[in-house]
């Protein structure tokens, strides 16, 4: 019987160097090759999936932005756009609060041009987003997105931040002081299920592999939730298994684990 199978990109897919293991490409062509289903389910707003090399594996289709957007076979089947009174809140108080803010939708993104200084990920937006990266003083054309993400300088309000927002979205904190900011009722694991019964794909017949804290729900909510063996311990707490490290051939090695290839 047909699995379905849910893959994070950032340290399940490839690493932080955006390097995808030679392992991962051909466990997923034999994944396919096996008549399962393969997506990408990502805490990344669709805007910065455009990796060729990544999309060109053979997936079936994109959650993106923590669940906010679905797309298969090309199409976009589902989205969920922030309000233009909520991003221009969020835009004014987290100036007021000097937290420097990337605004990520499905076709672009917003960026502040200060407090970014030295950067790589926003000099890394920048680069491959190319014209749908904009700086967010001085645009005035609409501005629609997902989600949000965020980083905590020196002076920055955090406190009043988290106050603002706490009744309107889950706050995840990652490492190097960086804050994701998800609409409340919305995760990888809720993009799952309304795709699953769009689909009609049983929840028990699914799986999904991941490494960060934006990962739990999802582990959580299918069938079969996998931790890469580089995941945070959080993670593994809560995953039915464990696989090995990304470069070792964690994802070949879960696949085979499961009887998928």
């Known amino acids: ?47 910065s999936v455009t990796s060729e090399k990544l999309l060109n594996m053979g997936f079936d289709g994109i959650i993106a932005a923590c669940g906010n957007y679905i797309e298969m076979d090309g199409k976009v089947i589902y989205e969920n756009d922030l309000s233009r009174d909520m991003v221009e809140k969020i835009i004014r108080v987290l100036s007021e609060c000097k937290m420097p803010v990337v605004l990520e939708g499905s076709t672009d993104y917003w960026i502040d041009d200060e407090g970014f200084e030295n950067d790589p990920y926003v000099d890394y937006l920048f680069d491959s987003l190319g014209e749908h990266a904009h700086i967010i003083r001085g645009y005035e054309g609409e501005i ?73 729900d999802m582990l959580q909510s299918v069938g079969h939730g996998i931790a890469m063996g580089n995941a945070t311990p959080p993670v593994k707490e809560i995953a039915e298994y464990v696989t090995i490290d990304i470069m070792d051939g964690g994802v070949k090695h879960a696949l085979e684990h499961y009887g998928l290839i």
Not at 17 to 46: Q, Y
Not at 162 to 177: C, T
Not at 181 to 187: A, H, I, N, Q
């Open 1 to 47: 019987m047909s699995k379905t199978v849910f893959f994070d990109i950032d340290g399940t897919l490839w690493d932080y160097d955006m390097v995808i293991p030679e392992s991962t490409i051909e466990a997923i062509a034999a994944l396919k090759a096996n008549g399962h289903k393969a997506f990408l389910c990502t805490g990344r707003a669709r805007a």
């Open 144 to 216: 629609r997105v997902n989600k949000f993400s965020a980083d905590i300088i020196d002076g920055t309000d955090y406190e009043r931040v988290k106050a603002e927002f706490a009744d309107d979205f889950i706050m995840l904190e990652h490492e190097e002081n960086v804050v994701e900011f998800v609409p409340k009722g919305t995760s990888k694991a809720t993009g799952i299920k309304w795709l699953c019964e769009h689909l009609d794909i049983p929840m028990d017949e699914t799986f999904a592999m991941g490494d960060s804290v934006n990962d739990i």
